[in-house]
């Protein structure tokens, strides 16, 4: 659109108590508008279950990128952490690659991390801290106090990008500005 590429989500889809159905993940991606083209998948592990390991992406995960659907796919485990599976390489799975330890995460993890930080070095080139807006964005804050001094850099950030966001559903902002944030965020070609 003018030159530039946005970035959105379709509605979430909710599963069933260990996951959602082959059918629904099939909908989901076949709900991108026919002017859009899907470019990842995202998912959540939901909360800690010490009967799974759900730190990684499970075969059913893996399988939506190396067998059917052929698109990167990022996991938000319960441990607040965020990490990519891109799909086989000759043959073989490929390991997750870290994006970041910086997800708020279920407190009864054995996983969670101890220190929030980004791996710059699998971003890409160029990879600022706003790239992770859209998902940082999604989830609440991890302390409601009125002061930012013991917020996190990026905990400022997705404050930052919600209060765009409220601009923009108020009329205060125009969609078509540039800036980063849920559901107007761009990149430019």
């Not at 709900?31 to 998912?43: D, N």
């Not at 399988?63 to 052929?70: G, K, L, M, N, S």
């Not at 125009?174 to 761009?186: L, T, W």
Request: aromatic share 10%.
């Amino acid at each position: 659109m003018g030159g530039k590429n946005y970035y959105t989500w379709t509605q979430p889809t909710i599963g069933k108590e260990k996951g959602v159905t082959g059918s629904q993940v099939n909908e989901n991606i076949e709900s991108v508008p026919q002017e859009g083209t899907a470019v990842a998948v995202i998912h959540s592990h939901g909360a800690y279950d010490s009967d799974f390991n759900t730190e990684s992406f499970s075969i059913a995960d893996m399988d939506i990128t190396d067998r059917y659907h052929f698109l990167p796919i990022f996991l938000a485990s319960p441990g607040g952490k965020l990490s990519l599976y891109t799909g086989k390489k000759n043959g073989k799975r490929s390991d997750a690659i870290p994006i970041c330890d910086c997800l708020p995460y279920d407190p009864e993890s054995r996983h969670k991390y101890q220190e929030e930080k980004i791996y710059w070095e699998n971003l890409g080139p160029g990879a600022k801290e706003e790239d992770l807006w859209p998902v940082i964005f999604l989830y609440q804050p991890k302390d409601t106090r009125k002061s930012t001094s013991h917020l996190s850099p990026l905990e400022i950030n997705r404050q930052k990008a919600q209060e765009m966001k409220r601009a923009m559903d108020n009329g205060k902002m125009r969609p078509d500005q540039p800036i980063k944030s849920y559901n107007s965020y761009y990149e430019e070609k």
